[in-house]
């Protein structure tokens, strides 16, 4: 009797199926992203349009999310308060994210008395309350929106070196540095081609996890009156302005732009944590 041999099914590799939560976060962040450039020509009002009259209004046809203690319209104040609060945290990682790979790289590649330097100077800065940090800054450059950029980003530097050393350290033991180095490869060429690349995948995911506590720290600061300054629309000064307005019954304000710093947030720790375990994946 011949043997019938049934077909065999492979099952789909996890690395290619498709993680839907993860283009989903993907896809909110970019309609924030869009949300925040046409905010001029979504919002129905000018962000600084008062209308004493129409003080403290609740949500209406006219007024979607009500009005505030001045008469603005919250929702085109929410849209392009967006901008701020999209801008400042970008700027804060672009600058702590793009000082720690640089000393990360450069600590662990030359080594020596170098690497002990950046060891201490990492030291120093992660000591330093981040919140501090931006008091003195705003202290000499004045409130707005450069003093906590500045103070933010050598706060949130040492976060990033940290762990981006200890990913080139390992990098730095494998074969392929070595054989780049037999072939005659400079330092340089080898970080940029090579080790930067291999370590890529990690700095997204980092990146985008500090993303979330720099936008809740920028919004802090504003809150507290030290970082973006009134009349202008950013959520953290949208939240201090409405708590007067909170208290007497009138949440609109305070409620919505503190619930979209909650969504936001919420949405980048998910999308940072599913490129930290694709990262660990990968590597």
């Known amino acids: ?11 789909v590799s996890r690395r290619h199926r498709i993680d839907i939560l993860l283009w989903l976060v993907v896809g ?3 309609a924030l992203v869009v949300i925040a450039i046409l905010a001029p020509v979504i919002a129905p009002y000018a962000p600084d349009q008062t209308d004493i009259l129409a003080a403290n209004e609740g949500p209406s046809a006219e007024h979607f999310l009500g ?8 929702y085109s104040r929410l849209l392009y308060g967006s901008r701020l609060t999209l801008l400042g945290p970008a700027l804060i990682i672009l600058i702590a994210t793009t000082a ?42 004045g409130p707005g929106l450069l003093a906590p950029v500045i103070a933010l980003s050598l706060a ?42 291999n370590m890529m995948p990690l700095v997204r995911a980092q990146a985008t996890l500090a993303f979330g506590a720099a936008l809740v720290d920028l919004a802090a600061i504003s809150y507290l009156g030290l970082g973006v300054q009134p009349p202008a629309a950013e959520w953290g000064v949208m939240v201090a302005e409405g ?7 009138y949440p609109w304000e305070s409620l919505s732009a503190g ?17 930290a375990q694709r990262a660990e994946r990968t590597s």
């Open 156 to 197: 949130y530097t040492p976060y990033i070196a940290r762990i981006l050393r200890t990913v080139a350290l390992r990098e730095r033991n494998l074969a392929y540095i070595e054989s780049g180095q037999l072939i005659g490869l400079s330092g340089w060429a080898i970080c940029r081609r090579h080790l930067l690349p």
């Open 100 to 141: 720690g790979v640089v000393l990360a790289i450069s600590s662990v590649w030359r080594g020596g008395w170098y690497d002990v330097a950046v060891s201490r100077l990492l030291d120093v800065l992660f000591a330093v309350p981040g919140l501090l940090v931006a008091i003195i800054a705003v202290a000499v450059l």
């Open 243 to 249: 708590q007067a307005a909170l208290l007497n019954g």
């Open 67 to 74: 009005t505030d203690s001045l008469g603005r319209d919250i």
């Open 28 to 30: 909110i962040l970019v």
């Open 259 to 275: 619930l979209s710093i909650v969504i936001v947030v919420i949405v980048v720790n998910v999308l940072g944590e599913r490129l």
């Open 1 to 11: 009797m011949t043997a019938i041999s049934l077909p065999t099914v492979t099952p």
